[in-house]
């Protein structure tokens, strides 16, 4: 195994189904799994059902990779909604709503300053257990 070797000092691992996440786990006991790279966000929550489980428990740092759905997340009707009530873009409030997320590393593309200004704006608040729960998700 390369971490065996010294030649890297973390494992992360990309896009597996969950048999393959466990029979990962199950592999890798001697060095543990840092990072988990999945499509996630507000829109698409299909990890929360059982790899974010499985990842916390494991206490695996999810990567959320495309969690602005490359801009779909600006006109969802329940994030336009909270967004209003926060004071907030829907943007901060689809970000927010991941990094409430235990585990969660959000990773929106910032290619533009205005990009990096509006996903600043997610940092340093917290979205409520009742509005978290009204965007769907579990705590």
Excluded at 4 to 20: C, P, V
């Amino acid at each position: 195994m390369l971490i065996d070797k010294g030649l890297t000092r973390y494992i992360g691992l990309g896009d597996l189904k969950l048999g393959e996440l466990k029979k990962a786990i199950e592999l890798t006991s001697k060095h543990n799994i840092s990072f988990l790279q999945y499509k996630y966000s507000i829109i698409n929550k299909r990890i929360e059902k059982d790899v974010m489980q499985l990842a916390t428990k494991n206490n695996i740092a999810v990567l959320a990779c495309s969690p602005l759905e490359k801009g779909a997340v600006k006109s969802h009707p329940k994030l336009v909604n909270i967004a209003a009530k926060y004071n907030k873009t829907p943007v901060q409030v689809a970000i927010n709503y991941l990094i409430s997320r235990p585990c969660v590393i959000a990773t929106p593309k910032s290619e533009r300053k205005y990009h990096i200004d509006e996903i600043y704006g997610a940092l340093g608040w917290k979205l409520s257990i009742e509005d978290i729960k009204y965007l769907g998700g579990t705590i």
